[in-house]
């Protein structure tokens, strides 16, 4: 190694520890961001693309959802064929007997969504869905359906005592669920044919 080559890597190494240092100092000095969650809310834009909420007594299980999604993490079963009534804009025909996603694969990239001919399955506002197990994270929409919910809870909000913002969000949740809870659960059987 000539001196030339010799100085040049003593410059080329000064020169790039000052730019990392420099970015360094500039976030010591920034203003901090840290959000002390749970106690305070996480800041949520409208567009966020949280964990689904899925209306299931519009939901005909057409698969286009499935079909659409890039790593197959949805799971439909039905026990036959459902179209839309016109009349009361509910799926009617079988049963949907399964409405699954697993979000240890899910990425959220919303593609499920747009397809969907009865605008039946939605990104949401939770960003919290923590689980023990991998088998925990497949959450079965048809089951929250029985209990008339639309979209999985975190574990903490399954508890009495929660933060104000976490109670309020739960209780829009439920309060968006309820005009349909009869249809949800309907949704699971097959209809009656009209005579
Ligand atoms: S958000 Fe994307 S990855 Fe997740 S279920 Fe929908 S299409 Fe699949
Ligand atoms: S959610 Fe929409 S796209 Fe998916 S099966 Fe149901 S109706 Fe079809």
Redesign the pocket.
């Known amino acids: 190694m000539g001196p030339r080559e010799y100085f040049r890597n003593i410059y080329d190494t000064v020169r790039t520890i000052s730019i990392g240092m420099r970015i360094t100092l500039k976030y010591c000095f920034a203003k901090t961001v840290t959000v002390q969650y749970p106690d305070m809310p996480p800041v949520v834009k409208p567009r966020f ?1 949280g964990f ?1 909420w899925f209306e299931a007594e519009k939901c005909i299980a057409c698969d286009q ?1 499935a079909k ?4 197959d ?2 799971y439909i079963e039905k026990s036959g064929p459902r179209k839309i009534d016109k009349e009361s804009g509910i799926a009617v025909g079988g049963a949907l007997e399964r409405y699954a ?1 697993d979000y240890s ?9 747009h397809p969907c001919p009865t605008d039946c399955i939605h ?1 949401g506002d939770n960003h919290d869905l923590s689980a023990f197990t991998r088998e925990d994270m497949v959450i079965e929409f048809t089951d929250l359906a029985k209990d008339g919910k639309q979209t999985p809870e975190p574990y903490w909000m399954q508890k009495e005592t929660m933060p104000d913002w976490a109670s309020n969000m739960k209780d829009r949740w439920e309060e968006r669920a309820k005009p349909v809870r009869d249809e949800m659960l309907k949704a699971l059987q097959p209809s009656e044919k009209k005579k």
Not at 68 to 71: G, H, L, R, T, V
């Open positions: 693309r689904h959802c659409a999604c890039p790593i993490c949805i996603i694969k899910c990425m959220f990239c919303a593609l499920c969504t990104m």
